[in-house]
């Protein structure tokens, strides 16, 4: 009997999808933000913390009401890599770069977008800019290409930020390679762009999805 309880709990288990994923253990040198149980060193910026939560190791935005959720410690050159999918069709998120406590970090500092590019436009009936598509840095330069998954496949990012140098890779395709220097015309608007160092943030907008493997690495 007790053997038959253990065969049938396993195969139970078994079938059961992966939440997270089998390379959830940090690179070398790489520190991990989140640890799929709680929100530690964690806190929000114009939202509401209940619209953040754990589930099943994953950290889950509601898609709206949270605001940013940013880290309580700042960086100023590092690689952040992370994970994310979408709920449902037409998503729009970010990750914040040096950005203050304070203000919106996608103008107070730098927001990467991340979007459903392959639905949103169909969705939500609004035609996006360029540099509005996934890997933008936002309103300032967008991506070269759009490798993007839709809802329900995780994407992987990686985000290089060295002195004046981001760049962005999107499920292994480099997409943005920007020197902030070329983009003085967007300092007004955007004054983050000369900001050294902030605090990292990833937004809750519209729709919600999941995060995961989450890792920095100061250079």
């Not at 253990?6 to 089998?22: D, Q």
């Not at 990467?112 to 169909?122: C, R, T």
């Not at 160092?197 to 250079?219: A, E, I, T």
Request: hydrophobic letters at 35%; proline letters at 5%.
């Amino acid at each position: 009997m007790r053997r038959c309880l253990l065969l049938a709990v396993a195969a139970i288990l078994v079938g059961l999808p992966a939440a997270r994923s089998a390379d959830d253990k940090p690179p070398e040198g790489f520190t991990p933000l989140f640890d799929g149980k709680d929100l530690k060193g964690w806190k929000v910026l114009g939202g509401r913390m209940e619209a953040w939560t754990v589930q099943d190791g994953l950290l889950h935005s509601t898609g709206s009401g949270g605001g940013w959720l940013m880290t309580e410690k700042e960086y100023g050159d590092f690689e952040l890599r992370l994970e994310y999918r979408w709920e449902k069709d037409g998503g729009n998120s970010g990750v914040a770069l040096r950005a203050p406590m304070k203000g919106d970090p996608a103008y107070q500092g730098m927001e990467i977008q991340l979007i459903d590019d392959q639905n949103y436009e169909k969705v939500h009936k609004y035609k996006l800019k360029p540099t509005q598509n996934t890997g933008a840095i936002y309103d300032v330069v967008g991506p070269s290409k759009l490798p993007g998954k839709g809802p329900g496949v995780w994407n992987k990012m990686r985000i290089v930020a060295r002195g004046r140098h981001v760049t962005v890779e999107l499920n292994g395709e480099k997409i943005i390679d920007a020197n902030l220097d070329d983009y003085k015309a967007k300092y007004e608007k955007h004054p983050g762009l000369l900001r050294a160092k902030g605090h990292l943030g990833l937004q809750s907008h519209g729709g919600g999805l999941d995060f995961r493997n989450l890792y920095v690495k100061p250079l």
